[in-house]
């Protein structure tokens, strides 16, 4: 009997994305203490894009027979 491994094929960079989307997070909540209206705006921006990019990575991975059967 074969056993199949069900993996992320894109687990490592979705979870680079997600610690540079923590860092990103972290620079905003500065930014707006600060009241840095145009560093808030840019950062916005680019964790629109990094998020953009993690579901494109998720939506590239195989579907499970759980996502099938939803």
């Known amino acids: ?26 620079k905003l909540s500065s930014f707006l203490s600060r009241n840095d209206r145009e560093s808030v705006s840019i950062t916005l921006e680019t964790l629109r894009e990094q998020l953009d990019q ?8 195989p579907l499970s027979s759980y996502d099938l059967n939803k």
Do not use: F, G
């Open 1 to 26: 009997i074969l056993k199949i491994k069900n993996t992320m094929k894109n687990r490592s960079p979705i979870l680079n994305k997600l610690d540079s989307i923590d860092s990103n997070l972290n």
């Open 54 to 61: 993690v579901r494109l990575y998720i939506e590239s991975e």
